[in-house]
């Protein structure tokens, strides 16, 4: 029993050394792990810092368009203009110090980025192509297109209205990839830039030009190409970015932030000093001072035997300002009612007329081209009870807010139209039927989040059509407009398709 009672003790003495040491050694395992983990982090905090203070004090070499005004252009070696403000903005928020690369030409800028000879443009537009080789940083200024004509030719009011006219456009510029794209049977006169372009059109070249509001403002007035016009508004818009290279691109988001840093005083200061749009009017007096000498002459001769001959001098003056005055205010009489034949006085969307000229047309083209289109036939459910229940003028209201959503929510390239009354038509070009519902989905979701005058909630019908091969227009938009019917015989706040 003795020897028994040893043994026992002796087992039991061994377990709890044992357990003694597997507590040491997890104890020792934990230790290790902690200094690891203190070690680890004093180094990562090293490095992210190091890493900040390379990025912000690293040199960037960049290449701007060197005859882009007011934008950027290079002047005796010196890059100056908007861009040329917001890269000192930048350097002076970031500590990033930036080396202009001269060149010739922006096709050039754009060969020096592939090749690696400059790492960044602080001003140029996100395209397709060019997102094969570049980064782009948060857009920072915008700016809208125009085109542009001689003084006589017609207002065109936008793209779609060009026909067989000859367009030039800047090669290598964004505009020049949107209209291969969207418009390839436009006639294109590709110049090397915005200065060139408008002599095209100037001196007979090209019978329109396609570019930025603001530099071609600056052009006509340094240019004095005063028989010029703007004959009509691009839709798409300059969305102007820092564009960086691969290898350079972490750099972004410090771009990004200083961007978002900047006031709204300084984006203001920047804006007024480069852009002072003018409404230049030129009138030819060369009649009038022929006018005016044979006048002077007949009082300087006759002032001393008739009085009265200074007194008709002053009334034909007279008579000149008026007929002048008479002639500005029938000029825009005029565009104003260019405008209202197409367009709707309340919600400012196209009309039923533009919209049947714009079928014509459409239906020509597409008959070349063979393209997919789709017709959409928007109608507002119930509101004949929100007239009933509160009056045309909030009905009124509620048509120009749902104007500005389906504005908001189509493409570029889409045509919204008021039909009439509640009921809306979406032209959508190179858009199959499953695309045109997406639209429809995108819109009807947004009706859903938006609570519309005095609180009032609606939704609308859909009714969509995709052209068959060889269908007249005409006979597409019934198809949709069936579809609309049967959405509205399911129950409304419906999209069918034809």
Not at 6 to 15: G, M, Y
Not at 209 to 220: E, K, T, V
Not at 444 to 465: E, M, N, P, Q, W
Request: glycine fraction near 4%.
């Amino acid at each position: 029993m003795a020897v028994k009672n040893i043994l026992i003790v002796a087992q039991t003495e061994r377990c709890m050394a044992k357990r003694q040491l597997r507590y040491k050694v997890e104890t020792l395992k934990n230790i290790v792990l902690s200094a690891c983990l203190l070690v680890w982090s004093g180094l990562f905090s090293v490095a992210t810092h190091a890493d900040q203070a390379a990025t912000s004090e690293q040199l960037l070499t960049y290449c701007v368009d060197p005859d882009w005004m007011p934008y950027e252009s290079i002047q005796d070696g010196e890059h100056i203009g908007i861009s040329a403000d917001y890269v000192s903005l930048i350097s002076q928020k970031t500590g990033l110090q930036f080396q202009l690369v001269p060149t010739t030409s922006w096709l050039e800028s754009l060969q020096y980025l592939q090749n690696g000879k400059c790492q960044l443009s602080p001003m140029l537009n996100r395209s397709a192509e060019r997102e094969t080789y570049l980064h782009f940083s948060d857009v920072y200024f915008r700016s809208p297109n125009v085109l542009v004509s001689l003084k006589e030719q017609p207002f065109l009011q936008s793209i779609e209205n060009i026909g067989t006219r000859s367009l030039a456009v800047p090669e290598g510029y964004r505009l020049s990839e949107y209209v291969k794209r969207y418009y390839p049977e436009t006639p294109l006169v590709l110049v090397d830039n915005e200065p060139a372009g408008l002599q095209a059109v100037a001196e007979g070249d090209a019978d329109l030009f396609i570019g930025s509001l603001y530099s071609i403002n600056n052009q006509i007035r340094q240019e004095s190409l005063y028989h010029l016009k703007v004959a009509g508004w691009v839709g798409l818009e300059d969305e102007l970015r820092f564009g960086v290279v691969s290898s350079a691109r972490a750099v972004i988001p410090v771009i990004n932030q200083a961007l978002a840093n900047i006031t709204e005083q300084e984006h203001i200061d920047i804006y007024q000093k480069w852009t002072r749009i003018e409404v230049i009017d030129v009138v030819n007096y060369q009649l009038l001072w022929q006018v005016a000498g044979v006048a002077i002459a007949i009082i300087l001769l006759l002032t001393l035997w008739n009085y009265r001959s200074r007194s008709f001098y002053l009334k034909l003056q007279e008579k000149n300002q008026l007929l002048e005055q008479s002639q500005h205010k029938l000029e825009s009489a005029i565009t104003e009612l260019e405008f209202l034949s197409n367009h709707d006085p309340l919600t400012k969307l196209y009309n039923r007329n533009h919209f049947d000229k714009t079928m014509q047309h459409v239906q020509r083209r597409s008959a070349q081209a063979k393209d997919v289109l789709s017709l959409i036939v928007i109608d507002i459910d119930f509101f004949k009870d929100i007239n009933d229940n509160h009056g045309h003028s909030v009905g009124d209201a509620i048509l120009q807010e749902l104007a500005k959503i389906l504005l908001d929510k189509v493409r570029e390239h889409d045509q919204v139209t008021r039909w009439g009354g509640e009921e809306f038509v979406i032209l959508c070009p190179k858009t199959t039927a499953a695309e045109a519902q997406a639209l429809c989905q995108r819109i009807a979701l947004a009706l859903t989040k938006y609570v519309f005058h005095c609180d009032i909630r609606l939704s609308c019908s859909f009714g969509v059509a995709e052209q068959h091969t060889a269908e007249n227009l005409l006979k597409c938009f019934e198809r949709a407009d069936r579809a609309l019917y049967q959405a509205k015989q399911n129950g409304r706040n419906q999209i069918c398709l034809a």
